[in-house]
């Protein structure tokens, strides 16, 4: 199973875009399911997890009050809602399925099956 992320694309500084997470090969409703991002040179940024059922999550202090996740089982898709985007959020972003189904987890080590990514673009 290969988790692969898409809606990444060019969007203006204090604009939104809407990210999704979708399974090839497989379902994704039973899986604790992280959203994390990179830029050259540094390590995958965790920013926000999802438990299973929906009901509960756990983001980053850095992206609090402007991205969210959520998930619809019934589409077997996680998405991360970001607002309010700011050029520092440049980045490919990645969603992984959590080892342990904990979503406490924030280190990357503790995912795993993730994809190629999605290139988001914060600028004017």
């Known amino acids: 199973v290969q988790l692969q992320a898409s809606g990444g694309g060019l969007v203006q500084p204090g604009g939104s875009l809407r990210l999704s997470c979708a399974a090839s090969?497989?379902?994704?409703?039973?899986?604790?399911i992280g959203w994390f991002r990179q830029v050259p040179g540094k390590d995958r940024e965790f920013l926000a997890a999802?438990?299973?059922?929906?009901?509960?999550?756990n983001r980053a202090d850095s992206v609090k009050g402007r991205f969210t996740i959520a998930r619809d089982n019934a589409k077997n898709t996680v998405y991360l809602q970001m607002s309010s985007l700011k050029p520092e959020d440049t980045a490919v972003y990645y969603c992984?399925?959590?080892?342990?189904?904990?979503?406490?987890?924030?280190?990357?080590?503790?995912?795993?099956?993730w994809g190629q990514g999605t290139q988001v673009t914060v600028s004017s």
């Open positions: 090969g497989g379902t994704i409703r039973n899986y604790v």
């Open positions: 992984a399925k959590n080892i342990r189904g904990n979503f406490y987890q924030t280190s990357a080590s503790d995912y795993t099956y």
């Open positions: 999802i438990n299973v059922s929906g009901v509960r999550t």
